[in-house]
Structure formats: C-alpha cells, structure tokens
C-alpha cells in the first residue's frame, strides 16, 4: 500500500499548481466567488399614485423626470423594477428610504 506524503495528496486531489497555503484565504475565497451586486426593487401597489411614485424617484434617488416616469411605468406594466443596484448596505437604505415613502420595496442578489 502506498501513502501519499500531505503535499503529493493535495496535488493528486486538486492538481500541481495547488499551494495548501492559499486554502481558506480571502484572495482565494473572493476569486473563486466574486460577490454579485445588491438590487433595491420597487412593486406596483393599488396604494401609491404614478404620479407619487415617479415624485420619490426623483426626489430619493436623483433621477431625471423622464427616467423616473420610465421606471414607475415598468413598476406599473410588469409588477416591479430594479431601481438601484450596489452593494448591499448602501440597498438596504434605500429599501429602508422607500418604506419611508410608503412603497414596496425589497433587496435581493443580482442574478436571482
């Protein structure tokens, strides 16, 4: 029976450029995964006004007139929309800002 010394197991499992130095490091943790970016989503509600809602996305998040009224139309026709897209805790505030407004607003991965 023949025992592999800890190196030559590490390359027969995962290869000759395998260095068991990197395992569990945050560069290699990160390079295996990159992070996706965070999605604030608005959904339509028989509550808000279009007009109210275009408003808050002027006033919250900066846009121009006509892009709000673009976004509050898609909240309108398809249910919701993708409003802002970012890391995690800078979505969390705005779907806390919208709560604030009266809207329904949830946070979620890009990609789900």
Same mark, same amino acid.
């Given at each position: ?8 197991f590490h390359a027969?499992q995962?290869g000759?450029d395998?260095d ?9 943790m990160?390079?295996?995964?990159p992070?996706?970016?965070?999605q ?5 509600d028989?509550v808000?006004?279009m007009?109210?809602?275009s408003?808050?996305?002027q006033r919250h998040?900066?846009?121009? *007139?006509d892009?709000? %009224?673009?976004l509050m139309?898609?909240v $309108?026709?398809? #249910?919701h929309a993708?409003?802002?897209e970012?890391? *995690?805790e800078?979505? %969390? ?5 919208? $709560?604030?407004y #009266?809207?329904l607003?949830?946070?979620?991965q890009?990609?789900e």
């Open positions: 029976m023949r025992f592999l010394t800890p190196p030559a027969a995962h000759p395998y068991p130095r990197n395992e569990g490091s945050l560069a290699t990160h390079a295996e995964k992070e996706q970016p965070w604030t989503i608005i959904w339509d028989p808000n006004l007009s109210y809602v408003f808050v996305f998040f900066g846009f121009t *007139r892009h709000a %009224e673009e139309l898609r $309108h026709h398809d #249910g993708v409003v802002a970012g890391g *995690r800078a979505m %969390e505030m705005h779907v806390e800002a919208m $709560h604030d #009266g809207l607003a949830t946070l979620r890009a990609g």
